[in-house]
């Protein structure tokens, strides 16, 4: 979708936002918090099931069958978010130290957080190798200190490069996908734009348009398919509104 447009539904929908109805709102926000906590999660092949990571965020229950680490990876999920909205509401760029308390909030209680790893790592199935070493430890600085600076690119071409970096790099042992998707949405929101998720199930066109950044610095068919995201959240919100009949029947 063309960016001026997406900017315009956004516009019109933050100047209707008090007129959604209080009680089908709430219910899209958990609605969305658990769908989020759960794509992101079996992204990563997290197995429990969208009714599962309900119960156990909504209903505060666990799972028999499930791993310690399944339901904390879910947990952790939720709280990381609610920090990034925290963070997202009192308007604080995004920075190296608040992505490295999202990583600690994410990985609490499964493993050493917010340390940037000193291995070698290859991702399965992708072409290109992340840095290692010095060169992986100079690039994630020069990440953070360049994310200003990127005045050519416009909001949801921002967010897609601020994924889409960060995952090349690949900085932690583990996590960094939870993590992307976690600043990528970061970047969304602290423009104004609604937060998104991407469905397990779309995971390997989001794979490949990665892949096409990592390999080719392409970074068009990723920004491509946030904004495509970012227009169908826009639109559901914006069902909410109640129709002009409704409003001269009251």
Same mark, same amino acid.
């Given at each position: %979708?063309?960016?001026?447009?997406?900017? !315009? %539904?956004? /516009?019109?929908?933050?100047?209707?936002?008090?007129?959604?109805?209080?009680?089908?709102?709430?219910?899209?926000?958990?609605?969305?918090?658990? &769908?989020?906590?759960?794509?992101?999660?079996?992204?990563? =092949?997290? #197995?429990?099931?969208? @009714?599962? #990571?309900?119960?156990?965020?909504? /209903?505060?229950?666990? @799972?028999?069958?499930?791993?310690?680490? &399944?339901?904390?990876?879910?947990?952790?999920?939720?709280?990381?978010?609610?920090?990034?909205?925290?963070?997202?509401?009192? !308007?604080?760029?995004?920075?190296?130290? *608040?992505?490295?308390?999202?990583?600690?909030?994410?990985?609490?209680?499964?493993?050493?957080? =917010?340390?940037?790893?000193?291995?070698?790592? $290859?991702?399965?199935?992708?072409?290109?190798?992340?840095?290692? =070493?010095?060169? %992986?430890?100079?690039?994630?600085?020069?990440?953070?200190?360049?994310?200003?600076?990127?005045?050519?690119?416009?909001?949801? &071409?921002?967010?897609?490069?601020?994924?889409?970096?960060?995952?090349?790099?690949?900085?932690?042992?583990? =996590?960094?996908?939870?993590?992307?998707?976690? *600043?990528?949405?970061?970047?969304?929101? *602290?423009?104004?734009?609604?937060?998104?998720?991407?469905?397990?199930?779309?995971?390997? !066109?989001?794979?490949?348009?990665?892949?096409?950044?990592?390999? &080719?610095?392409?970074?068009?068919?990723?920004?491509?398919?946030?904004?495509?995201?970012?227009?169908?959240?826009? $639109?559901?919100? %914006?069902?909410?509104?109640?129709?002009?009949? /409704?409003?001269?029947?009251?």
């Amino acid at each position: %979708m063309d960016y001026l447009a997406l900017v !315009q %539904m956004k /516009d019109q929908l933050r100047r209707n936002w008090k007129r959604l109805p209080e009680t089908a709102l709430q219910s899209f926000l958990n609605s969305f918090d658990i &769908e989020y906590a759960h794509n992101s999660t079996a992204i990563e =092949g997290n #197995t429990l099931t969208l @009714i599962e #990571t309900k119960t156990v965020l909504e /209903d505060k229950l666990s @799972i028999g069958g499930k791993s310690l680490c &399944e339901i904390y990876e879910v947990t952790n999920h939720n709280k990381a978010f609610s920090y990034v909205k925290t963070c997202v509401a009192t !308007q604080e760029f995004l920075s190296e130290s *608040i992505s490295k308390n999202i990583h600690a909030i994410l990985m609490e209680n499964i493993l050493v957080s =917010g340390i940037y790893r000193n291995c070698e790592i $290859r991702i399965t199935g992708a072409g290109h190798k992340p840095p290692a =070493g010095n060169e %992986m430890y100079s690039q994630i600085k020069a990440f953070y200190s360049n994310l200003p600076s990127h005045t050519e690119l416009n909001s949801i &071409e921002l967010a897609a490069y601020t994924h889409a970096e960060f995952v090349r790099i690949h900085p932690f042992e583990d =996590g960094n996908g939870r993590m992307a998707r976690l *600043i990528m949405n970061y970047q969304l929101m *602290i423009s104004g734009f609604l937060p998104i998720s991407i469905r397990k199930e779309d995971r390997l !066109q989001y794979f490949e348009t990665l892949e096409q950044y990592a390999s &080719e610095s392409n970074l068009q068919p990723f920004s491509d398919l946030i904004a495509d995201l970012e227009e169908k959240q826009i $639109r559901e919100y %914006m069902s909410l509104l109640p129709k002009e009949r /409704d409003r001269d029947e009251r």
